[in-house]
C-alpha cells in the first residue's frame, strides 16, 4: 500500500469544506488516494480497528466511510481476508473514480446522472458486474472483421435482418408471441419505438391512458410528441379498465406495462387484460404494450404477454436490451400488426433509426448461439439471490416498520413508508448520502395518501453489503427500526 496513513488523519488540508463529516472526510480521501494510483485495484486497505487506533477516531465512524465506499462499488469485502479496493475498479480510470456523485437539485436529474460505478439501490440497471464481457467482446470483434458489404451500405431503417428474425424467434418461443421478422422493427432503445409508433398511427393532441403512477420519462416523452396523456389509476390488479373508461373515454391509445407494472410490479389481471382488448377492439384504439422487466419473475410461472391474447391487432408490443444486457447498447424493438407493416417501414426511413450495424449483428449472433438464454436463466437466479439480501437486511434493521409491497419480479423492491411520511423529503435526504433511492411519488400524475421508496438490488453483491446500504439508509431516512 502506497499510501500515507497520515494523510487521512482529520483536519488535515484537503480542500474540503469546513465542518464535515469526518467519515465524509475519510470517504473523500480514500477516493482521491484510488484516483492518484496511491491504492490500486486489489490492495488491501487497513482493518477498521487498525485505522481508528491509527487515526485516533471511533470505529464506527470509519466503519460508515467503509460502507459508503463498499456501497458505491470502491472497496470489496472479502470476509476474514479483509477489505480491498475493488478489482473491477481496475478498466476505470483514475480521474473518473476520482470523481464525488454530488446530489441533483431535483430526484429526475439526481437518479439518472452517469457515474463510474452503480449507485447503491440505483433502478433501470442490470447486474453489470455479471455480464459476460469476454463473449460480447468475441462476438463483437468477429463481427467486425467479418463485416460484409451489404452491412457496410445504407442500412435498413427496419434494422438489421438477422437481428430482427432472431427476435421474432425468441418472442414466439418465450412470450408466446407468434410474429415474423417483417412485423419486428429495431430502435434506439424504447423511447425510438415509442416514436415510430406515434409517427405511424398518431398525431399531436391525440390523448392516451397513462398508467398512475407510471414510467415519468415515457409520459414526458410522449409529451414533447404532442399527445395528451390521461392518468389512469393502478390498483392491485393493474390498470384501472373501468375508471379510465370513464374518466378519459375519448382515447385513441393505451401505455401499459401489463406483466410488471412500473413502478408498482403488479401484473395485469386476466379480466383487466381482457377488458383492456375489447375497449381497444371497440374504440380502434392501439395498445402499445411495454412488456417491462418481463424475464425477472421469481414466483410462479412467466406471465404470457399480453400481445399474444391479441385477435384484432390493437397491441404494439415494444421492448428493450437495456435490462437484459446493458442500457449502453441503446437498442429496443417494437412488433407491429402485419397489415401495418408497410405503413411503419414508411415512417421508419424519415426516422434516425435504429443505428451503427454492428451492434446489432453482435446482440443477433448473442442470441443465434444460445448465449442470450443462458445469460437470462443466470440472471434469474442472481437476482433472486441479490433480491433476498436486500429483503432480509430491510427486515433485519426495520422490522414491520417498513413493509415491502409484495412483487412477484421486476428488479426493484418497493417498500411502503407509515402513513403521514413525505417519500419526496426522505428520498432527498437519502440521496444526499449517495443512496439513489427513489420516491413513489415522483412517479405519479397525482397525489396520493401512500408514500414509498423504490430501491433496485441487482447490484448488491453480497448479503453484508446489503446490511451495510439498509443501515446507511436508516441512518439517513431517521426511521423507526426494529
Not at 474540503?16 to 472526510?25: A, R, S
Not at 385513441?252 to 412500473?262: E, G, I, K, S
Not at 454492428?358 to 443466470?378: C, I, S, Y
Amino acid at each position: 500500500m502506497k499510501m500515507d496513513l497520515q494523510d487521512l488523519k482529520p483536519g488535515r488540508k484537503s480542500g474540503h469544506k469546513p465542518g464535515l463529516p469526518i467519515y465524509q472526510q475519510l470517504y473523500r480521501r480514500f477516493k482521491a488516494a484510488i484516483a492518484e494510483g496511491k491504492l490500486r485495484p486489489g490492495d488491501r486497505v487497513p482493518s477498521v480497528r487498525a485505522l481508528a487506533s491509527e487515526l485516533g477516531i471511533a470505529r464506527g465512524t470509519v466503519e460508515l466511510a467503509y460502507q459508503v465506499l463498499a456501497g458505491e462499488g470502491y472497496f470489496q469485502a472479502r470476509g476474514p481476508a479483509g477489505t480491498v479496493v475493488s478489482p473491477l475498479l481496475g478498466g476505470v480510470d483514475a480521474p473518473q473514480r476520482a470523481a464525488v456523485a454530488k446530489p441533483r437539485t431535483t430526484q429526475r436529474h439526481a437518479v439518472r446522472k452517469t457515474a463510474e460505478a452503480p449507485l447503491p439501490f440505483a433502478i433501470g440497471l442490470p447486474a453489470l458486474d455479471a455480464f459476460p464481457r469476454k463473449t460480447w467482446t468475441r462476438l463483437a470483434v468477429r463481427g467486425m472483421r467479418t463485416l460484409d458489404m451489404a452491412a457496410m451500405a445504407f442500412p435498413d431503417p427496419a434494422g438489421y435482418g438477422p437481428l430482427r428474425a432472431a427476435i421474432a424467434a425468441y418472442l414466439g418461443i418465450s412470450r408466446g408471441i407468434a410474429c415474423s421478422a417483417e412485423q419486428v422493427f429495431i430502435t434506439a432503445g424504447y423511447r425510438g419505438a415509442l416514436e415510430l409508433v406515434c409517427r405511424s398511427l398518431l398525431q399531436g393532441g391525440d390523448c392516451g391512458w397513462h398508467e398512475d403512477p407510471g414510467y415519468t420519462y415515457v409520459r414526458d416523452f410522449l409529451q414533447r410528441l404532442g399527445m395528451v396523456l390521461a392518468p389512469v389509476p393502478v390498483d392491485e390488479e393493474g390498470l384501472d379498465v373501468e375508471a379510465g373508461r370513464k374518466k378519459a373515454p375519448g382515447t385513441r391509445f393505451a401505455v401499459v406495462t401489463p406483466t410488471h407494472q412500473y413502478p408498482t410490479g403488479v401484473a395485469l389481471s386476466l379480466p383487466r387484460r381482457l377488458a383492456l382488448l375489447k375497449w381497444a377492439r371497440s374504440r380502434q384504439a392501439w395498445i402499445i404494450e411495454d412488456d417491462y422487466d418481463s424475464e425477472f419473475r421469481y414466483q410462479g410461472r412467466p406471465l404470457p404477454a399480453l400481445k399474444s391474447l391479441d385477435q384484432d391487432g390493437r397491441v404494439l408490443y415494444s421492448s428493450s436490451f437495456s435490462k437484459v444486457l446493458f442500457p449502453g447498447l441503446r437498442l429496443g424493438y417494437v412488433v407491429v400488426p402485419e397489415s401495418h407493416i408497410d405503413l411503419f417501414q414508411e415512417s421508419a426511413s424519415h426516422l434516425p433509426g435504429p443505428g451503427s450495424i454492428l451492434p446489432q449483428a453482435t446482440v443477433a449472433d448473442f442470441m443465434e448461439q444460445g448465449h442470450f438464454a443462458r445469460h437470462l436463466r443466470k440472471m434469474r437466479a442472481l437476482y433472486a439471490q441479490r433480491r433476498g439480501y436486500l429483503l432480509d437486511a430491510l427486515e433485519k434493521v426495520f422490522g414491520d416498520s417498513l413493509p415491502v409491497a409484495e412483487q412477484a419480479g421486476g428488479t426493484h423492491v418497493v417498500v411502503l413508508l407509515p402513513a403521514g411520511c413525505d417519500d419526496r423529503a426522505i428520498a432527498a435526504l437519502a440521496q444526499a448520502r449517495g443512496l439513489a433511492v427513489q420516491a413513489l411519488s415522483h412517479w405519479r400524475m397525482r397525489r396520493a395518501q401512500q408514500g414509498g421508496l423504490l430501491m433496485g438490488f441487482t447490484n448488491i453483491a453480497t448479503r453484508g453489503q446489503a446490511l451495510g446500504l439498509v443501515r446507511q439508509l436508516a441512518k439517513a431516512i431517521q426511521l423507526p427500526r426494529a
